[in-house]
């Protein structure tokens, strides 16, 4: 009886260490794929996009006061290290008299808590008195329109291009794509994910500074990304370059890309002499 006790109890004991096995097994299969999966979520940069409309020169003399003087400095403060301030090139009829400013976020509560870092950074408060404290009668812009966008899968977080060029002579490229319908906004964003599209602006090195899926704006379902050149030449060129590589003209071609854009908004931008990016 007792080499049949401890021959039972050995037996249990194989037994409930199968069980513990197995049950460790079940949860890393379980949370292993969450962790990633959290981790691949949460990666990604946040962008927003400022769109300063100006009725004439006095007030983008006051803007670039503000921008250069105060709010990019307070924004290096807060951690954000780069932000991109540009203006439409000469030719760029369409834009209008704007200033654009691209500020990168490593998540969204940075996004959220850049108002209450700005309201307790004593040296913003007086460096940017004039725009804080500008009467409804001389404002020192017409409207803002702000734009909030999500990195792509494939590129988390922005790249600032190597150009060696005058900023003078730059191009940054900000692209807007709209679509049609949120399931035809969705292919657009596989076509650029998955399809190859990325991976081409890669290959004929576009320099894009960022994709962005916009999870708030006023031209929604949409997304935006902006490549940058040395110059006006470059661009023509790399552009050149796009049409006529069979890579896209095989993707393009095929029948469940057609239709995904329903309008392209470009604005052609040069970066101004303080500009981060």
């Known amino acids: 009886m007792h080499i049949l006790g401890r021959l039972i109890h050995k037996a249990m004991n194989s037994k409930i260490r199968s069980i513990m096995h197995d049950c460790r097994i079940l949860s890393l299969a379980v949370l292993l794929p969450l962790f990633f999966l959290g981790c691949g979520s949460a990666d990604r940069d946040y962008y927003q996009i400022k769109i300063f409309a100006l009725s ?36 760029d009829t369409v834009a209008g008299n704007i200033i654009v400013v691209m500020i990168p976020f490593r998540s969204l509560e940075q ?6 870092h700005l309201n307790k950074d004593t040296i913003y408060q007086v460096s940017g008195k004039d725009y804080l404290e500008a009467s409804f009668d001389h404002p020192p812009y017409k409207r803002i329109e702000s734009i909030l966008l999500k990195a792509f899968r494939y590129m988390p977080h922005f790249s600032a291009p190597p150009l060696s060029s005058p900023p003078g002579e730059r ?35 576009f320099n894009v500074v960022f994709f962005g899926e916009v999870i708030s704006g006023s031209t929604m379902p949409d997304l935006m990304y902006m490549p940058a050149f040395s110059d006006t030449t470059a661009r023509r060129v790399h552009w050149d370059a796009f049409r006529n590589h069979p890579e896209w003209k095989e993707l393009s071609g095929m029948e469940k890309y057609k239709n995904t854009v329903s309008h392209i908004t470009t604005y052609l931008l040069h970066p101004t002499d303080y500009s981060d990016i």
Do not use: C, W
């Open 56 to 91: 004439d020169s006095t007030q983008e003399a006051r803007m670039d006061q503000y921008l250069e003087v105060a709010y990019l400095p307070a924004l290096h403060r807060a951690g954000i290290t780069a932000a991109g301030v540009f203006k439409p090139i000469e030719e």
């Open 111 to 116: 996004f959220e808590e850049l108002t209450e």
């Open 171 to 205: 191009i940054y490229e900000l692209r807007n794509y709209e679509s049609a319908t949120e399931k035809l906004f969705e292919r657009k964003l596989e076509m650029f994910n998955e399809g190859g599209e990325m991976e081409l602006f890669r290959k004929l090195e």
